[in-house]
């Protein structure tokens, strides 16, 4: 939540300061810009209020080993993380939106965006280290575990928030802060616990599963900064 309001303040700082930089959109219609955090928008501006694009944001693989715990921001909630985090696999599969943006002052780059959101499956595994551990209603003795949580693709409206700036060269720069509206009907997660100790009992381990699936990560959103040309 800090994190969106930092960006909320950003956007309307921008917005301020090249207040009179917009009046290109409809002599320079046509954009395609790059996004930092890998991926590509096109569209095209009809007037200086109306937009009309896609973007595409590429596949996510991350690992981080030693450092996980310090580093964790995944799937699930860190309150309920067990002890011995040492290792963290992320994978997540390509995004793509498409959106009609609207200007609605004329010379401002802000925009509200509306549209469809589409994102691949999301697969988390977390690795945790040999220690006693309480798993389901049993406490175990020198026990590794492995999490792992899956989510389902997404499928939903879109709504946005954002800013784009266009020079008199054509050159653009943007920034997009933009979700699905999801809930568990429309995406749904599960939860997969794994233990080389084989005296935890299936109880125990489905007892953790539902657990882990109740507080995985339902959101679809993301942030991006994007670089380009506009003709």
């Known amino acids: 939540m800090k994190r969106i309001f930092l960006i ?3 956007i309307f700082t921008l ?5 009179e930089e917009s009046q290109y959109r409809e002599d320079k219609g046509l954009q395609v810009q790059f996004l930092l ?4 928008l096109i569209g095209y501006h009809f007037n200086d209020q109306i937009f009309l694009g896609g973007t595409s944001i590429s596949n996510i693989k991350e690992a981080a080993f030693d450092d996980a715990k310090n580093q964790y ?3 699930l909630d860190t309150n309920i993380l067990p002890e011995g985090l040492y290792g963290r696999k992320y994978e997540q599969e390509r995004i793509l939106t498409g959106q009609l943006r609207i200007s609605p002052f004329d010379a401002s780059g ?3 965006s509306f549209g469809g959101y589409q994102e691949g499956s999301r697969k988390e595994t977390l690795y945790f280290d ?3 551990r309480k798993i389901g209603d049993t406490t175990y003795s020198d026990t590794s575990i492995i999490i792992i949580v899956e989510r389902d693709p997404v499928l939903a409206p ?3 928030i954002g800013w784009n700036w266009i020079n008199e060269s054509g050159f653009s720069w943007g920034l997009d802060l933009t979700g699905g509206i999801v809930n568990d009907q429309i995406t749904k997660a599960k939860a997969t616990v794994l233990t080389g100790n084989t005296s935890v009992t299936s109880g125990d381990l489905a007892i953790e599963e539902e657990k882990y699936r109740k507080s995985s990560d339902l959101s ?5 900064i994007a670089l380009g040309m506009n003709f």
Do not use: P, V
Not at 37 to 40: A, F, R
Not at 220 to 224: D, G, I, L, V
């Open 37 to 40: 955090n890998g991926g590509i």
């Open 8 to 10: 909320l303040i950003l």
């Open 110 to 112: 802000f925009f509200l």
């Open 73 to 75: 921001t995944g799937l």
């Open 158 to 160: 879109l709504l946005g």
């Open 130 to 132: 040999k220690r006693d």
């Open 220 to 224: 679809a959103s993301y942030f991006t």
């Open 15 to 19: 917005n301020i300061i090249y207040a």
